[in-house]
């Protein structure tokens, strides 16, 4: 399962947010009640990062972006999360680590390398992450409490 279908499973007919712009928002909008993207540099309908504690606390399920844990954000978001809210930290960047259920997320979503070859050619090239996809060699995974 990958982490847009979690999020449809989880979402739909409720309030989502998703923190980090993922290629799959335009479904969840059509199947969440609301749906609000935040993002450090946004697009045009989205909710900038400075304002993510008005929106946080109204999410049923949040997506956290990976990301979060690089740019030391994670543990602001996840504070302005409710304790009753489904949280999901998802992309490439997500690591595939049961200890993070110990901090208040429920499910993990990431990716393992399965073959090795067409991922470092596809790397080395300065592949983005649908192309590396593409190639092979990938597994998205999503580890649940």
């Given amino acids: 399962v ?4 979690v999020i449809l499973e989880r979402g ?5 947010v998703i923190v980090g712009h993922f290629p799959f928002v335009e479904r969840v909008r059509r199947a969440a009640a609301e749906c609000w993207v935040t993002e450090l540099h946004p697009r045009p309908g ?9 929106i946080l606390p109204q999410a049923d399920v949040v997506a956290l972006t990976g990301t979060s844990l690089i740019n030391h954000t994670f543990d602001g978001l996840i504070r302005l999360c409710r304790p009753d809210a489904f949280v999901l930290l998802l992309g490439a960047s997500a690591p595939l ?3 993070l259920f110990e901090v208040g ?9 399965t073959d090795p070859q067409p991922v470092q050619r596809s790397v080395g090239q300065g592949a983005t992450f ?4 593409r190639a092979g ?3 998205l995974l999503t580890l649940h409490t």
Avoid: F, M, Y
């Fill in 2 to 5: 990958n982490a847009e279908q």
């Fill in 105 to 113: 997320v429920d499910a993990v979503s990431g990716t393992v390398v």
């Fill in 130 to 133: 649908r192309q590396i996809k």
């Fill in 97 to 99: 680590s049961p200890v």
């Fill in 12 to 16: 739909a007919g409720r309030r989502v």
């Fill in 137 to 139: 060699g990938l597994r």
């Fill in 46 to 54: 989205d909710v900038p990062a400075e304002r993510a504690g008005e």
